[in-house]
C-alpha cells in the first residue's frame, strides 16, 4: 500500500510553528512520518503520511474536514555550516536588537531619529573595532613589528609562511604591509559575501499582495531584485518620503500600500508589528551594507598608508582614506539611509543618496587598491623610520575610541529621555525602566572588544611574547601592544569576580523565592517533599525575570571599570606592566585568549556536528527575529522570510468561508504567529485562530520591545484573532500574554491565558511526574481542550 498524504486546503487546519532549536517536522507533528507539501528543505510545510492508509479517529487527517500541519524554518539558523562564523558577529546581532529595545514615544519623535542616527553610528564603530582588531593583528604585530629585521618573524624558528616576508623586505616596511594588509581585506570580503549571500537566500521574500489568494503553492515568489542594488527609481510624479521602520505615519495621508482607509495597515492597526514595511528592507539593507564595508575597507588603507604620512604620496593616501572614512560616517547618521517602506510603494528614497552610496561602493576599493600599490611599489618611512617599533598612526584608532565613549554619553542621555517620555504610552512591562536599548549596545562593544582583544594576545603570544611600550622586553621577541588594550585586559578578571557574586545573588533569591512557594503548594502537592521539589522548579523559572538584574550589573560594572582604566592610563600614574595591575592584566589577556580559541574550536566543531549547529541556533533563535535594521553584516533576520511564507500560507489554507486555521505557535513561534496575525487582512482574520504556549510574549518581547509587544502591540492582537495561551510556572522561558490565572495568584479567569500545571499534581499513592517545564506543550491534555474550544468558538464580528 503506498500509504496516505491528505494535500488538501479546506477545512480546519491547525498550522503548527515550532520554537527554538529547530525542532524536527516530526516532532512537531508528534508523528513518525512527516512529508513536505509546500516549500523546500530549507523552510518548509509539513504533514502526516499513514503507512496503513487514511488513519481514523478525532485527531485524524480528513481531507477537506480537518489537517494538522507544520513550518518548520529551524533551518534558517542551524541547518547550514555558515553558522560557525555567525558565533564572531554577535556583536552586531546585539546592535540591531538594541535598535528594536528603543523607546519609542510619538510625542519625541526628532529625539529619537537623533538617538537611532546615533545608534546607526555606533555600529559602523563596532565594524571598525572588530575590522580592526584584524588590522592590527596583520599590519601591525605582523606586517610591521614581527617581521621587521632582528625581529621573531625573521629567526629561524618562525613559520615560512610569515618569514619570507623578513627575509625579502625586513627592512622595507610598506611592502610588508601591503602584503599583510590583505588579511583584514579577507575578512572583509568574507563578511560581505556572506551578509549578501543571505539577504539573497533567507530573507528576500515578496510579502503577499493584499488579501488576493496566493499560489496554490503557499509560498511567496522571490523579489525580481536579483542584483545587489536598489529597487528602480521611483515612478514619473512620485515624491520622495516614507517612513523608517517602526515610523507612525503622518496624520492626514492617504493610506498607501497595505493601509486600508479607516482600517490601519493591514490588521494592525497603526501598530508598529503590524507595518509590512518591517519585513521589506532590501534597499536599506544594501545602502547600509555599502557604507558598512567601504568605511572597513578605508580603516585598512589608512592602517598602510598613515605611517608614511610624512611623504607626499602617503600623506595623499592617508587623507583620501581617511575622506572615505568620514563620508561613510556623515552617510551611515543620515535618516533616509535606513528608511523602509511598504512593499507596493515603490522606492521613495532620494536619489542622491542612492548616488553617493554608489560612488562610495567604486571609491574605497580603489583608494585602498592605489594605497596598497603605492605601497607595495615602496614608500620611504615616516618620522622614526623602522625605529619606531610600534606601528605609527595618524591618530584615528584614538579618535575612534573618543567617539564610541561620547557616543555612548550620548546614547545614555537620549535613551534615557526617550524612556521617560514612554512611560505612559507604551503600557505593559518594561525591562530596566525602559533602558534595556543602551545596557544591550554596551553589551555589543564590550563583546566585540573582548573578542578584538583576545585575537591581538593571542597572536601576539602566537608568534613572540606580549609586551608594552613602558616595559618591551627583549625586543627581538616582544610584540608591543598598546597601554590602553591592557588596563582593558585588567578589567576581565574583575568582571568574572562579579558575575560570580552576582551568581551567589541569584542563588539566594532562588532559594528565599522557593522557600516561600512551598506552603502555598503544600495542599496541591502534599506527597512526601513533592512541595518543595516543585517549589524549587519554579523558582528556578522565575530566574528569567532577574535577567535584566544580571544585564544591568555588568554593564555598570563594566562601564565603571572602563572609566577607570580610561582615567588611569591618560594619566599615566603607574603602567600596567607590574605590580597588581599587571597580574590582573596578564591574567586578562590570557583569559581573553582563552575564550577566543574556544570560539574557534566550537566554530570548527559546528562546522561538522549538525546537532552542535541546532543547539548554537538558539541563540540565533532569539537574535535574529529582527531584522537588520542598523547593522547589515550581522546574521540573516530569518522572519524577512518567516513571516511572508506564513502569511501566504494562511490566506491559501483559509481561502473561503468554510475554512479556519488555528495557528499554533510554541516558544518563538509563538512571536512569530502573532507578528504573522498583525500582517493578515481583515478578511482573512475572521477565519484564524492563534494558540499559542511557552510564550515569551509579554515575559520577554514586551518587557525588552514595548514599542512593538507592549500593552498595544498585544492588545491589537487579541482584538485581531480569538487567542488561547498557555503556560507553565515551570517554564523559564513562557508565561501569560496578559496576566497571570494560576490558583497562587488569584482573580478572576483570563479570556486568553490558561494555567497549565507542570509537574502534574499526582493521585494518590502516584509518584510526582517528571517537569516538563518548556517542552511538550502539545502533549498536554489542556492543549486538546483549547484547541477544540478554538474550533467550535466563532469569531464576533
Known amino acids: 500500500m503506498d500509504g496516505f498524504l491528505d494535500e488538501t486546503c479546506d477545512g480546519v487546519t491547525e498550522l503548527r510553528v515550532h520554537g527554538v532549536s529547530g525542532t524536527p517536522p516530526s516532532g512537531i507533528l508528534a508523528h513518525p512520518h512527516p512529508r513536505l507539501v509546500a516549500g523546500d528543505g530549507t523552510t518548509g510545510f509539513y504533514r502526516r503520511w499513514w503507512e496503513g492508509g487514511p488513519p481514523t479517529g478525532e485527531h485524524a487527517d480528513v481531507p477537506g474536514v480537518r489537517h494538522r500541519e507544520a513550518y518548520a524554518w529551524g533551518n534558517l539558523t542551524s541547518g547550514g ?78 613559520p615560512v609562511w610569515v618569514r619570507w616576508l623578513a627575509v625579502l623586505w625586513g627592512d622595507e616596511p610598506s611592502r610588508r604591509l601591503a602584503v599583510t594588509s590583505l588579511l583584514p581585506l579577507t575578512i572583509v570580503v568574507l563578511l560581505w559575501w556572506l551578509a549578501r549571500r543571505t539577504w539573497r537566500r533567507d530573507e528576500n521574500t515578496r510579502p ?32 520622495p518620503g516614507g517612513e523608517r521602520v517602526g515610523e507612525r505615519p503622518g496624520g492626514g495621508a492617504q493610506p498607501g500600500a497595505g493601509e486600508r482607509p479607516g482600517g490601519g495597515v493591514r490588521s494592525g492597526g497603526g501598530v508598529l508589528l503590524g507595518r509590512p514595511r518591517l519585513w521589506h528592507g532590501g534597499a536599506p539593507v544594501w545602502r547600509l551594507r555599502v557604507v558598512h564595508v567601504a568605511f572597513a575597507v578605508a580603516s585598512i588603507g589608512v592602517a598602510v598608508a598613515a605611517p608614511f604620512s610624512g611623504t607626499a604620496v602617503g600623506l595623499v593616501l592617508t587623507v583620501a582614506n581617511a575622506a572615505i572614512l568620514l563620508a561613510a560616517a556623515v552617510l551611515v547618521t543620515l535618516p533616509c539611509i ?72 550620548f546614547l545614555l542621555v537620549t535613551t534615557f529621555a526617550l524612556a521617560r517620555a514612554a512611560e505612559d504610552e507604551e503600557g ?11 545596557f544591550v549596545l554596551m553589551v555589543a562593544v564590550g563583546t566585540a572588544n573582548v573578542l578584538a582583544l583576545g585575537l591581538l594576545f593571542w597572536t601576539a603570544a602566537f608568534f613572540g611574547v606580549p609586551g608594552t611600550a613602558a616595559e618591551p622586553g627583549p625586543l627581538e ?183 479556519q486555521v488555528v495557528l499554533s505557535g510554541h516558544s518563538q513561534g509563538s512571536v512569530i504567529a502573532a507578528a504573522v496575525v498583525l500582517q493578515l487582512d481583515p478578511e482573512t482574520r475572521r477565519r484564524v485562530r492563534l494558540l499559542t504556549h511557552g510564550s515569551p510574549l509579554r515575559r520577554l518581547y514586551a518587557a525588552y520591545f514595548p514599542a512593538y509587544f507592549g500593552g498595544r502591540g498585544l492588545t491589537a492582537v487579541r482584538e485581531a484573532v480569538t487567542w488561547c495561551n498557555l503556560y507553565r510556572l515551570s517554564d523559564p522561558i513562557g ?7 494560576d490558583p497562587l495568584a488569584g482573580g478572576e479567569q483570563d479570556a486568553v491565558d490558561r494555567f497549565c500545571w507542570d509537574p502534574r499534581r499526582p493521585g494518590p499513592g502516584e509518584p510526582l511526574p517528571e517537569t516538563r517545564r518548556h517542552t511538550a506543550y502539545w502533549l498536554d491534555p489542556l492543549y486538546d481542550e483549547a484547541l477544540t474550544r478554538l474550533i467550535t468558538v466563532e469569531r464576533a464580528v
Open 735 to 741: 508565561g501569560p500574554a496578559f496576566r497571570r490565572v
Open 338 to 409: 535606513a528608511r523602509r517602506v511598504d512593499p507596493q510603494a515603490g522606492r521613495r528614497t532620494p536619489v542622491l543618496l542612492d548616488a553617493s552610496c554608489r560612488a562610495l561602493r567604486a571609491a574605497a576599493p580603489v583608494v585602498f587598491v592605489a594605497t596598497a600599490g603605492a605601497a607595495l611599489a615602496g614608500l620611504e618611512p615616516g618620522e622614526g623610520g623602522t625605529l619606531a617599533w610600534q606601528l605609527p598612526g595618524a591618530g584615528i584608532g584614538a579618535f575612534q575610541y573618543a567617539l564610541t565613549v561620547g557616543l555612548g554619553l
Open 477 to 659: 621577541r616582544a610584540l608591543l601592544i598598546d597601554d590602553s588594550a591592557w588596563w582593558t585586559a585588567a578589567l576581565v578578571p574583575l568582571l568574572a569576580f562579579g558575575l560570580l557574586a552576582l551568581a551567589g545573588v541569584l542563588w539566594l533569591i532562588r532559594k528565599a523565592a522557593a522557600a516561600r512557594l512551598a506552603p502555598a503548594l503544600k495542599p496541591y502537592y502534599g506527597e512526601r517533599d513533592d512541595a518543595e521539589t516543585v517549589a524549587s522548579a519554579w523558582a528556578l523559572a522565575a530566574l528569567t525575570d532577574r535577567a535584566g538584574l544580571v544585564l544591568g550589573v555588568l554593564t555598570a560594572l563594566g562601564a565603571a571599570g572602563s572609566a577607570v582604566v580610561t582615567v588611569l592610563h591618560r594619566l599615566g600614574p603607574f603602567t600596567p606592566g607590574g605590580g597588581v595591575s599587571g597580574l590582573l592584566a596578564s591574567a586578562g589577556g590570557w583569559v581573553m585568549v582563552a575564550a577566543v580559541v574556544t570560539l574557534v574550536l566550537v566554530g570548527r566543531r559546528t562546522y561538522s556536528d549538525a546537532r552542535l549547529r541546532r543547539t548554537i541556533g538558539i541563540l540565533w533563535d532569539i537574535a535574529t527575529f529582527w531584522p537588520r535594521a542598523i547593522h547589515p553584516l550581522a546574521p540573516p533576520c530569518y522572519t524577512e522570510r518567516v513571516v511572508p511564507e506564513l502569511v501566504a500560507r494562511v490566506c491559501r489554507l483559509a481561502a473561503k468561508d468554510g475554512d
Open 428 to 438: 505593559g512591562p518594561r525591562a530596566m525602566a525602559g533602558m534595556a536599548a543602551w
Open 81 to 158: 555550516r555558515a553558522i560557525a562564523l555567525w558565533l564572531l558577529l554577535l556583536p552586531f546581532s546585539l546592535a540591531n536588537l538594541a535598535y528594536f529595545m528603543l523607546p519609542r514615544p510619538a510625542g519625541a519623535r526628532r529625539l529619537r531619529h537623533v538617538t537611532e542616527a546615533g545608534q546607526r553610528l555606533f555600529a559602523l564603530l563596532l565594524t571598525g573595532t572588530l575590522v580592526g582588531a584584524v588590522t592590527r593583528v596583520g599590519v601591525d604585530l605582523i606586517g610591521w613589528q614581527c617581521t621587521a629585521s632582528g625581529r621573531a618573524c625573521a629567526a629561524d624558528t618562525a
Open 208 to 239: 503577499p499582495d493584499g488579501p488576493a489568494t496566493p499560489p496554490a503553492a503557499g509560498v511567496p515568489a522571490p523579489r525580481t531584485q536579483t542584483d545587489d542594488t536598489p529597487p528602480p527609481a521611483p515612478a514619473a510624479g512620485e515624491q
